[in-house]
């Protein structure tokens, strides 16, 4: 089966697989001008498949207006810098995980989780270095297709960011959860801090949608608030 270049979620609403068929996505939601904002960028390589999925639903480039990271790392952040270029679009991401995004690193992964300790000794988490125009905070309520609203569920990396798109009732996880082989945790040794990915994971549960999107893995169309707080639940 073929990948499809976008995958339409709600009204102007789409996601766009850059590795898989959605083993690592980006969203486009589409506003009544016509103008683009794009949600997380996959890895450095993935502009040219999320160029793709624009014009797979009439858009180019030049009609993103707007690019907001769920978080610094690099299957998030790495394709920011270039289509940040292309589009001339201003970034944003939660103040807290804007200086790792204009350094171009991941914040440092969890001490406490050996494969943390070597994530951190083999240098990795790095990406192309990125402006952050807007720092977010939680709360945030964005101009985007009747608001997106900004949930801090900080622990994957201290800015980590979920969204609320209001109008639509979908959220958007980044990777506070994942959706792979079901709903589970981010890898521990990703985390900055696993244990506060572990609390604050829990508002994802007291919100309110029809719709569950994740970053990694596809979305969750049938009762996602029962299955997420089933999982959380579970895992007090």
């Known amino acids: 089966m073929t990948r499809a270049p976008a995958v ?6 789409w996601r766009i697989p850059t590795v898989g068929r959605s083993a690592v996505n980006s969203y ?20 040219a498949r999320i160029v793709r999925g624009l014009a797979a639903i009439g858009k180019a480039p030049a009609d993103v207006t707007r690019i907001v ?16 270029r292309r589009t001339g679009a201003p970034v944003a991401a939660h103040a807290a995980d804007l200086p790792y995004a204009q350094a171009g690193r991941a914040p440092v992964s969890d001490p406490t989780v050996t494969g943390g300790r070597l994530f951190a000794r083999l240098n990795s988490g790095r990406f192309p270095a990125v402006e ?47 959706n792979v082989l079901g709903v ?3 890898m521990k040794w990703l985390c900055s801090d696993f244990q506060m990915t ?6 994802l549960g007291e ?10 893995g ?17 895992r007090r």
């Open 28 to 47: 486009a939601f589409v506003d009544d001008d016509g103008s683009v904002t794009l949600v997380d960028c996959g890895l450095a390589k993935a502009p």
């Open 184 to 186: 589970r945790w981010p």
């Open 8 to 13: 339409p979620l709600a009204p102007n609403v």
């Open 198 to 203: 572990r609390e604050t994971a829990h508002v």
């Open 207 to 216: 919100l309110d949608y029809d719709l569950a999107a994740f970053t990694h």
């Open 69 to 84: 990271l769920t978080h610094a790392h690099p299957d998030h952040a790495g394709g920011a810098a270039e289509l940040a």
């Open 132 to 178: 952050v125009a807007q720092p977010l905070a939680d709360g945030d309520l964005l101009d985007v297709g009747g608001g997106l609203r900004v949930v801090h569920t900080p622990g994957h990396s201290p800015g980590h960011v979920s969204l609320l798109h209001e109008p639509t009732r979908l959220l958007i996880t980044g990777d506070a959860l994942f």
């Open 218 to 234: 596809p979305e969750l169309t049938d009762k996602p608030r029962d299955h997420i707080r089933a999982f959380l639940s579970a």
